[in-house]
């Protein structure tokens, strides 16, 4: 037996177990009507009754056929609202297998050899994390993941990818728009994990991150201006172990909750990040 008892998979209870109740429930209201009634009127008695006329029988006859109807009534309710909640929850279980058909084919997309049906991944990713707020961190995660795989951005070496660039600058802008104040689906309460993850350049102005953590550790910066300028870290912010081999992370005007933590001698930022003041 599940956990709700006599419950089905839908959650509600069958229903010739819900019309029962419902007429069992109904007979009772009647009867407490009936001696409340009774009460009220001062408890005749029905040794002293006299004998019924054709009107009272008449209002007899109306009193159960409105308590009949009345019945019947509740039960089209009950076979309503069964009808309605059943619908409802079939149609969050199709939602449900749409939304994972949509994630299973965005991540496939991501992982495709050309770029072009990588890019269209990216887009396809960011907008299931704005329709499937239940699963928005999850389709955030795949979005980081995906810049910290391997990454080689000399086109003259092994292990370049035509394309690669601007894929990876794509889904930095689009984490970017949904950090920014003017964001129509707001992303900035997660955590970006950016462990390690290699940035060739990149926009991420004006963002704000209120979650619990932005990791940079271990990135290295090989080429280009990642933008944070004016950006907003209520989170804690981790710079350590990044290598800055010809790239630069423009912080000035970042505003930090908490300084960042650089893992530096003296505390002071690599010489890769530009910064109004120390934090």
Known sequence: MNRSGRRGETGLWPFWAALAAVIVISVAVAAIAGLLLWFGLGRPSVANRVPLTAGDLLDLTRIALVVTGGIGG???????????????????????????????????????????????GVYAM?????????QLHAC??????????????????????????????SIIRVIGDHLRPSARASWRDHNFDFTGAVFDGGDLDEAIFTGRRVSFAGAQFTGGVLRLERARFLATVSFTDARFTGGTVDLRGADFATPPDFDHPADQPPAGLLLTERP
């Not at 960011?126 to 239940?134: I, K, N």
Request: proline share 3%; glycine share 4%; with cysteine.
């Open 140 to 169: 955030v995660d795949v979005l980081c993941a995906y810049l910290r795989l391997p990454y080689e951005p000399d086109r003259e070496a092994d292990g370049w990818k035509a394309g690669e660039r601007e894929v990876r600058l």
């Open 126 to 134: 960011a907008g299931l994390a704005d329709d499937w707020p239940d």
């Open 74 to 120: 509740v039960v089209a309710l009950v076979v309503a609202y069964r009808r309605q909640r059943l619908h409802e929850r079939a149609e969050v279980r199709e939602n449900r297998k749409l939304f994972n058909e949509r994630f299973v084919a965005a991540s496939a997309q991501l992982g495709h050899e050309a770029a072009a049906v990588r890019l269209a």
